[in-house]
C-alpha cells in the first residue's frame, strides 16, 4: 500500500472488511444476467429462498443497471452488487443505481484507481500473477479469480497464495456442484461464485422452483 496517503489506506481497510463480510455472508454468489425485464423480483426471491443473499448482478444485458435499481429498492434486505464493470462510466453508473459492491472481470489500473476514492468496495477480477500485482501496488487483497476453472482452479489458489498471502479470493467462472467444496477449503477462498444455479431453461419457463432447489442444494454442500 505504499502509493496510498494514509486517508485512501484507511479507506481501502474499512472496504476489505466490508467485503469479508459480504463474501463471508454469500459463501455462494449467484452472478445474475437479466434478459427480461419481468424476471428480476421472482428470480432474485427464488435464490433468496433458496438461502442466496448476496447477488452479483451483471450489466451484461440491457436490464443491469434497472435490476440493481428495483433489488436496492424492493429487497432492500438483500445485498446487491454490479458484475461485469469495465471502465470508469459503468462504475459510476452501478454505483448511482445503489451496488453495494462492484466486481470486474479483469483489472486495468485506471478502473481500479477509479475506485479507490468511492466508499463502494470493488473485487477485481484477476486471473494471474501479474493482474494481482496491478491490485497490490493500488492497495488491494480481496479478487475475483476469472475464470477460475481456466485460470488453473484450486491449483492456482494454491500456487498464488505463496507470493499473495494477504490475499482472498472469490473463484468464478466453471465453478459448480461437483468442484465447489475443492474450493471452498482452500484458505485463500471467501466465498465463490457461479451462474449454475440460473439454468436459462428455467428461467425461460419461470421455473423458480428449480432456482430455489438448485441454490439450496448448493448451500447444503458446505455444511
Ligand atoms: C462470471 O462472469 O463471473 C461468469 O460468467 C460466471 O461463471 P459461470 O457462468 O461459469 O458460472
Redesign the pocket.
Not at 468464478?172 to 459448480?176: C, K, M, P, R
Given at each position: 500500500m505504499t502509493t496510498l496517503d494514509s486517508g485512501l489506506q484507511q479507506r481501502m481497510a474499512d472496504k476489505i472488511k466490508l467485503l469479508d463480510s459480504i463474501c463471508a455472508r454469500a459463501r455462494i454468489m449467484p452472478?445474475i444476467t437479466i434478459a427480461r425485464e419481468e424476471d428480476i423480483l421472482p428470480l432474485a426471491d427464488a435464490l433468496a429462498a433458496g438461502g442466496l443473499t448476496v447477488l452479483?448482478v451483471?450489466l451484461r444485458s440491457a436490464f443491469g443497471l434497472t435490476a440493481i435499481r428495483r433489488l436496492r429498492e424492493e429487497r432492500p434486505e438483500l445485498c446487491i452488487g454490479a458484475?461485469?464493470v469495465l471502465d470508469r462510466q459503468m462504475l459510476a453508473a452501478a454505483e448511482e443505481a445503489g451496488a453495494q459492491f462492484i466486481v470486474t472481470?479483469g483489472s486495468t489500473t485506471e478502473l481500479l484507481k477509479a475506485s479507490l476514492d468511492s466508499p463502494v468496495p470493488m473485487l477485481p477480477g484477476t486471473s494471474s500473477a501479474s493482474d494481482i500485482m496491478i491490485g497490490y501496488a493500488l492497495g488491494y487483497r480481496r479478487f475475483?479469480l476469472?475464470?477460475a476453472e481456466l485460470s488453473g482452479g484450486v491449483a492456482a489458489l494454491k500456487a498464488l497464495g505463496g507470493p499473495f498471502g494477504e490475499a482472498r479470493f472469490c473463484p468464478?467462472?466453471?465453478?459448480?456442484t461437483e468442484n465447489l467444496t475443492r474450493y471452498m477449503a482452500q484458505p485463500n477462498v471467501m466465498c465463490v461464485?457461479?451462474?449454475?444455479m440460473l439454468d436459462s431453461q428455467w428461467i425461460k419457463n419461470g421455473d423458480w422452483a428449480k432456482v430455489q432447489q438448485c441454490s439450496a442444494e448448493a448451500l447444503k454442500l458446505l455444511d
Open positions: 452472478v452479483e451483471t458484475g461485469t472481470p475475483k476469472f475464470p468464478t467462472g466453471g465453478v459448480n461464485g457461479g451462474s449454475w
